[in-house]
């Protein structure tokens, strides 16, 4: 059963700061990993995909990579914005699995 | 890009009662669909996978008489909670899966239940 952690937990920075967000998990035998935004109360907004085969995405002042091989993907965020706070969620898609497993998420406060 | 509609995005209801909750693709056919449960300050839980013309695989733990999938075509699936009890309350959220082969999953808004 695959088992993602999100770390840290919680995070509460000044505007400006250029953060990492991190997501291990358990199996390496995914097909894919996503990160997603949830804002309170609200659905999901896809950030970043990354395929198995590749090794980061870009997307803004958004930067993934993943380590497949030591179960590894973080999240990068240059020069975070208050407009940033919000809840991120990693989620590997396993391989033969379509359905997505989540990690319990990092909750971030850019404060003005 | 791909659109998911939910519906109701809030509903209210009596114990024992039951909540029909409908997940919409809106702008391409999905053979597949997930249902998620998220309670406050955790994270999302699949709870079944709902395919097109069959019936729906749960997620061990899940009773499968108390929520109730029904994926009818390619671009509706429903959640009915029967039944409905407090500890039922809880956001749901569904996710369709592009008929295509595109390895995406897109969301649904989600749909917040409290049970009183």
């Known amino acids: 059963k695959q088992e993602v952690t999100q770390i840290p937990a919680a995070l509460s920075v000044p505007e400006g700061e250029n953060l990492v967000l991190n997501c291990s998990f358990t199996?390496?035998?995914?097909?894919?990993l996503q990160w997603f935004r949830q804002d309170p109360g609200k659905g999901l907004t896809s950030l970043l995909l990354?395929?198995?085969?590749?090794r980061e995405q870009t997307s803004g002042r958004l930067n993934a990579s993943l380590d497949k091989s030591s179960g590894r993907s973080t999240l990068y965020i240059a020069a975070s914005q208050p407009g940033d706070s919000a809840t991120y969620l990693c989620?590997?898609?396993?391989?033969?699995?379509?359905?997505?497993?989540f990690g319990s998420g990092t909750r971030l406060q850019v404060q003005p | 890009g791909a659109v998911v509609s939910q519906h109701p995005s809030r509903v209210i209801c009596k114990s024992g009662t039951s909540v029909k909750i409908e997940c919409r693709s809106l702008?391409?056919?999905?053979?597949?669909m997930f249902w998620y449960r998220q309670f406050p300050k955790q994270s999302l839980m699949l709870m079944a996978t709902?395919?097109?013309?069959?019936?729906?695989?749960?997620e061990q733990g899940v009773e499968k008489d108390k929520f109730l999938i029904n994926h009818a075509s390619l671009t509706l699936s429903t959640l009915t909670v029967t039944s409905a009890h407090p500890e039922d309350s809880s956001f749901y959220i569904c996710?369709?899966?592009?008929?295509?082969?595109?390895?995406?999953?897109?969301f649904g808004p989600g749909t917040r239940l409290t049970v009183t």
């Open positions: 996710s369709a899966r592009d008929r295509s082969g595109q390895p995406l999953q897109y």
């Open positions: 199996d390496s035998a995914i097909y894919n």
């Open positions: 990354i395929q198995s085969s590749q």
């Open positions: 989620a590997p898609g396993r391989a033969g699995r379509r359905a997505l497993t």
């Open positions: 702008d391409f056919q999905a053979t597949t």
């Open positions: 709902s395919n097109e013309g069959s019936k729906a695989t749960y």
